[in-house]
């Protein structure tokens, strides 16, 4: 399997998912992946990756990512992950450094799911709890955007010109722009405003029939295609929405025709399938 391209709304995707074989999607605007998959060619190039959990399919590639950047003289790789995945991660990565007997560079950070970290200009991230058989985290990127303040919304263009003048009618508020879900129960995007209103939401969808019911997609940290229709009042706000990680039983054109004659029509309209 290679990397597939996407352009939505003018932002660029490079990835690979499938649920359960690979999943890793490259952001080069924002020089980070979401995932290390089995860590393809082009992911050594990016600085940062954000660790949604340590599942084989997503996360099998880190050591040779590291690997593979100090081969290439590339600054140390940035790792992010959630903070249960730090310890056992860095073991892996320093029994790896003793088997090819070279010390790896590397930053490898437990995340703390209060802060913005930092990316570049008005942009930055944060990570979200999310719902799965083990530690697991998604990720939002925000871009911090000035908006006139609620209590001000009534006033007229010529009013705001002149008001602004003498007062601060603005504020600064964090626009979520990405989100990318991880391996995750729908709670994920059900219980976080922010995962709602992103622009562009990456939500994993692994099951999408009744041989693999809702009930069994839940018992293993799953969405099932089922529960995001019957939810699909809650993703109204966003923008564009990308289902990921689908299973491997799964052929395209049954994937694409399932969504097709069963995702209402609004939500269908905005939906891709990264198949
Ligand atoms: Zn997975
Ligand atoms: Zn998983």
Not at 187 to 208: G, H, M, P, Q, W
Request: aromatic share 12%; net charge neutral.
């Amino acid at each position: 399997m290679s990397l597939r391209e996407y352009t939505i709304r003018n932002q660029r995707f490079l990835g690979i998912s499938s649920g359960g074989v690979e999943t890793s999607m490259i952001l080069p605007t924002f020089h980070l992946a979401f995932d290390a998959g089995r860590c393809q060619n082009q992911l050594v190039e990016i600085p940062t990756v954000l660790l949604t959990h340590g599942h084989l399919d997503h996360a099998s590639g880190i050591p040779y990512y590291v690997s593979q950047r100090c081969l290439r003289h590339l600054p140390g790789g940035t790792i992010y992950c959630p903070p249960e995945l730090e310890d056992p991660l860095r073991r892996i990565l320093r029994i790896w450094s003793e088997i090819e007997d070279y010390q790896m560079e590397f930053s490898l950070q437990g995340v703390d799911y209060s802060t913005f970290y930092p990316l570049f200009g008005n942009f930055s991230f944060r990570a979200v709890r999310s719902v799965h058989r083990v530690a697991s985290n998604g990720y939002t990127i925000y871009e911090r955007v000035r908006k006139l303040r609620k209590e001000y919304s009534h006033l007229t263009g010529p009013q705001i010109a002149e008001m602004k003048k003498t007062m601060n009618l603005f504020e600064d508020v964090q626009s979520p722009v990405v989100t990318f879900s991880g391996d995750t129960q729908i709670e994920f995007a059900l219980e976080n405003e922010d995962v709602r209103r992103s622009k562009i939401l990456f939500l994993e969808c692994t099951y999408i029939d009744e041989a693999r019911p809702v009930e069994r997609a839940r018992k293993w940290g799953h969405t099932h295609l089922f529960e995001i229709i019957e939810n699909a009042e809650a993703f109204k706000e966003v923008e564009h929405l990308v289902l990921i990680h689908f299973s491997p039983r799964y052929s395209k054109d049954r994937i694409l025709d399932t969504l097709r004659k069963q995702m209402p029509e609004d939500l269908y309209r905005k939906t891709t399938a990264f198949v």
